[in-house]
């Protein structure tokens, strides 16, 4: 079956980065893309951008270009989303999920803490 | 961006009731890419429809989606005690996905 595992929880400090992955599994990992998602304590879900896996191609939220950069590596068929210069509205849940005819299959969550 | 209006904010419905749920696009929604989810406390979120009217592998036919351009609804038939929820629409269709900002259903 369609799996996706993500990294555990992760604390940092404001202007630090993190990089949150995502482990895939039961299905051919370069036939559909990536898309990460964030949510923030209590609040609604927030889009960051996609990755599509068999062309390195990437779409970033205009919110989060030049902050933001997701990678794959497909001998793992793991994705990366990395967030740099982290402020404490940063703090989220951050979801993988598989792009495909909307998010069919989605991650357990990330959950990161921006604080000083 | 294509902001996604949700309406109501919450809706408080009996079980085995009908729940009607909106979702407005301030632009016209390509191709009827537009998704909706449900989110329960702790998980993530779950989809339930794509394309607007399309259901997703194992959604009970109780759920049903209608809608193009810019209005979109979701309709739960019968609700049972598993559909209170938070749902939120999702779009697709342009360069710049957007999600509405959620409705709760909640038990009346």
């Known amino acids: 079956q369609v799996q996706l595992v993500q990294s555990g929880a992760e604390v940092k400090k404001p202007g630090a980065s993190v990089k949150v992955s995502c482990k895939t599994s039961?299905?051919?990992?370069?036939?559909?893309?990536i898309s990460w998602v964030r949510q923030a304590p209590g609040q609604g879900l927030e889009w960051m951008g996609r990755?599509?896996?068999?062309?390195?191609?990437?779409n970033y939220a205009q919110k989060f270009q030049g902050r933001v950069t997701m990678t794959t590596d497909t001998s793992t068929t793991t994705a990366y989303m990395e967030l740099r210069r982290l402020r404490s509205d940063d703090t989220a849940v951050y979801y993988c999920s598989r792009d495909a005819t909307g998010f069919d299959n989605w991650g357990q969550g990330s959950l990161v803490i921006v604080s000083s | 961006e294509n902001v996604l209006t949700q309406s109501p904010g919450t809706l408080s419905v009996s079980p085995g009731e009908e729940a009607t749920l909106s979702c407005r696009a301030s632009q016209s929604v390509s191709n009827n890419y537009l998704a909706w989810y449900q989110q329960k406390p702790g998980q993530a979120p779950r989809l339930l429809m794509y394309?607007?009217?399309s259901r997703a592998t194992g959604i009970p036919d109780r759920f049903s989606g209608s809608g193009s351009g810019t209005d979109f609804t979701l309709t739960i038939s019968r609700l049972e005690p598993e559909d209170f929820a938070v749902y939120y629409c999702?779009?697709?269709?342009?360069?710049?996905?957007?999600f509405g900002q959620g409705t709760k259903v909640e038990i009346k």
């Open positions: 999702h779009q697709y269709g342009s360069s710049q996905d957007t």
């Open positions: 394309g607007a009217s």
């Open positions: 039961g299905y051919t990992f370069t036939s559909y893309g």
């Open positions: 990755i599509r896996v068999y062309s390195g191609d990437t």
